[in-house]
T-cell receptor
């Protein structure tokens, strides 16, 4: 298996532009997670899905952020409009079964820079 | 409040030396504790996981310990290698339903030749 796939790996955009990050989870996994990582705050859970349904989006910072999972093999995280403080590495992870004892497998991340 | 604190924040050691990283948590109810290794530019990868009843778990040169009474865990790295240079993240799972994950800020380890 190729693991969790994320694209793009790097994204540089200007403030105010729309940014879309993409994720393909490991085939067969029923949970998908979006995280944000910064030096100041470490890893933060933004939202997670179970069987394509959003379960907990309490970590989404504000309405500018939205996430979708139209099918079991694809998810997007969209930021519109983007701001410089959104600059971070965004990770997608997936797991078979609920997190906790079931391991989450992380993708390589998307490094987002908003100028 | 559920919290996970790691120390030290960063560490430099010479190749071949041992080191120990610390993780203290205040998470209730406790379900399990996992250590992740994150290489620069990559996603975290799980090293070990321990439940309440386990107090030691090894993965090659990595040995994790858990003291559920004092709510402390440590990750010991034996005979360090240059490839051990990474961030090490302690993650505690709170029990009850979803098993909410609480992440530590990580320890950044640099192994020098």
């Amino acid at each position: 298996d190729a693991g969790v796939i994320q694209s793009p790996r790097h994204e540089v955009t200007e403030m105010g532009q729309e940014v879309t990050l993409r994720c393909k989870p490991i085939s067969g996994h029923d949970y998908l997670f979006w995280y944000r990582q910064t030096m100041m705050r470490g890893l933060e859970l933004l939202i997670y899905f179970n069987n394509n349904v959003p379960i907990d989006d309490s970590g989404m910072p504000e309405d500018r952020f939205s996430a979708k999972m139209p099918n079991a093999s694809f998810s997007t995280l969209k930021i519109q409009p983007s701001e410089p403080r959104d600059s971070a590495v965004y990770f997608c992870a997936s797991s078979l079964g609920a997190p906790g004892y079931n391991e989450q497998f992380f993708g390589p991340g998307t490094r987002l820079t908003v100028l | 409040k559920n919290q996970v604190e790691q120390s030290p924040q960063s560490l430099i050691i010479l190749e071949g030396k041992n080191c120990t990283l610390q993780c203290n948590y205040t998470v209730s109810p406790f379900s399990n504790l996992r250590w992740y290794k994150q290489d620069t530019g990559r996603g975290p990868v799980s090293l070990t996981i321990m439940t309440f009843s386990e107090n030691t778990k090894s993965n090659g040169r990595y040995t994790a310990t858990l003291d559920a009474d004092t709510k402390q865990s440590s990750l010991h790295i034996t005979a360090s290698q240059l490839s051990d240079s990474a961030s090490y993240i302690c993650v505690v799972s709170a029990g009850g339903g979803y098993n909410k994950l609480i992440f530590g800020a990580g320890t950044r380890l640099a192994v020098h030749p």
